[in-house]
Structures are given as C-alpha cells and as structure tokens.
C-alpha cells in the first residue's frame, strides 16, 4: 500500500507561483495513478488535475493552462507546478494515489495524503 504526504502549499499572492510535491512510500508508486483534488472552504471537493502511469495528463477547465501536473517515478514524488495564481485557486490540495488508471471522479481514489493549504492573496 502506498502512502501520500503533500509539501509546498503556502501564501502567495495572485499571479505568482507554487509547487506541490506528493512524496509516496512504498515501492509501487509506478503501479498509481495520480491525482490532485482542492477543496475550499465550505465548498465540496473538486478534481484539479490527474497523471496516468504513462504521462498522460489531464486538467479542470478552471486551471488549464496555468496548472501542469507530473511524476518523478525514480524519486517516488509526484508533482503540481501552479502559475498564475488566482484567489480563487485558495483551498487545501490533496494527492491521491490510485491504481493502474486515473480518473477524475475522487471517490476511486483509494490513497490520499493530508493534504496542504494553498491561500492566494489579491
């Protein structure tokens, strides 16, 4: 079984930029897909991006083009790079490991990190 620890989150102010790591334990991190999710306050969780084993990536609409999402099997970690920063991108981020094939959809995500708050100043 793996399990997930996000790093990175912070302040910052809008237009700037983050990077979240997602280090996994275990030796199958390869055997996962990855996923990111957010959520903010008094809103449900939402899907911000996900990687399948082969590189294949996947985005919301609400952070294409700003957010890119990637893996580093070697180094077990998994990575979101967030530019241009909205206030609106202010949430907890969320890793999330799931085996073989990504989706968008949480709830088939078996393995979750903490999570670590990202808060964007206007």
């Known amino acids: 079984q793996v399990q997930l620890v996000e790093s990175g989150g912070g302040l910052v102010q809008a237009g700037g930029s983050l990077r979240l790591s997602c280090a996994a334990s275990?030796?199958?991190?390869?055997?996962?897909?990855m996923g990111w999710f957010r959520q903010a306050p008094g809103k449900e969780r939402e899907f911000v991006a996900t990687?399948?084993?082969?590189?294949?990536?996947d985005y919301a609409d609400s952070v294409k083009g700003r957010f890119t999402i990637s893996r580093d099997n070697a180094k077990n970690t998994g990575y979101l790079q967030m530019n241009s920063l909205k206030p609106e991108d202010t949430a907890i981020y969320y890793c999330?490991?799931?085996?073989?094939?990504?989706?968008?959809?949480?709830?088939?995500?078996?393995?979750w990190g903490q999570g670590t708050q990202v808060t964007v100043s206007s």
């Open positions: 990687i399948s084993l082969s590189g294949s990536t």
């Open positions: 275990g030796r199958t991190f390869s055997a996962y897909a």
């Open positions: 999330a490991g799931k085996r073989f094939f990504p989706s968008q959809r949480g709830s088939e995500y078996g393995v």
